[in-house]
């Protein structure tokens, strides 16, 4: 049964850090690409980054490049994405998902971690 559980969320002060984890289960990372995705209060649901290791890839959402960083391991089977710089409108809802592609047709999704950014 393929899993994605998210962690890493909580609450942070404007410039601060968080590093949010995805972690798979009944499938490998290597077959498929990960992505990061948010939904703040009252908005429709954004892409934040994406990595595909099969074309050795990332891909950033522009306005976010220079202070999101996605990365995996393959040894724990687990996604991450580094977040530097935090401010309040980065508050959110983040989701982490799998499919063959990177973009809000994904097949397979966690159940999210809450990101609250103070001002």
């Known amino acids: 049964q393929v899993r994605l559980a998210e962690s890493g969320g909580g609450l942070v002060q404007r410039g601060g850090s968080l590093r949010l984890s995805c972690a798979a289960s009944?499938?490998?990372?290597?077959?498929?690409?990960i992505g990061w995705f948010r939904q703040a209060p009252g908005r429709e649901r954004e892409g934040v980054a994406c990595i595909s290791v099969r074309l050795n890839s990332r891909f950033y959402e522009d306005s976010l490049k220079g202070r999101f960083t996605i990365s995996r391991d393959g040894a724990s089977n687990t996604v991450f994405l580094q977040m530097d710089n935090l401010k309040p409108e980065d508050t959110a809802v983040y989701y982490c998902a799998a499919a063959n592609r990177c973009n809000l047709d994904m097949d397979y999704w966690g159940k999210g971690t809450l990101v609250t950014v103070s001002a």
């Open positions: 009944g499938f490998t990372l290597d077959y498929y690409n």
